[in-house]
C-alpha cells in the first residue's frame, strides 16, 4: 500500500510513493472523505518526514519517484481576484 505505478512515455512502469500531505479541506464536497463538515479531526504530515520516508524507500529501489496529493487549505486564487 502507498506505492503506485505510472507509466512512462517510453512504456516503462514507474514505482511512485503516494503520500497525502494533508487531509484538511475549505470545500464540502459531499463525495469526498476529506471534505470540511467530516466528523474526524484534520492531520497534516510535516514536511521532513515525507521527506524522510521518500528517501528511505528510494535508496532501496522500492520507488522511483513521488506523487503528493493534498486537501485544499486556502481559498483559490482566480485571475479576478486582488493580491
Known sequence: M???HSYAPDGRCI?????LLT???NYDCLYCVNRASRTSPARASPS???VK???DFYRPHYIEGL???SGIIAAPITRWSRW
Do not use: H, Q
Request: with cysteine; charged share 10%; glycine share 4%.
Open 67 to 69: 506523487f503528493s496529493s
Open 48 to 50: 521532513m518526514k515525507v
Open 53 to 55: 520516508l521518500t528517501i
Open 2 to 4: 502507498g506505492i503506485c
Open 15 to 19: 514505482a511512485l510513493l503516494k503520500v
Open 23 to 25: 487531509n484538511a479541506c
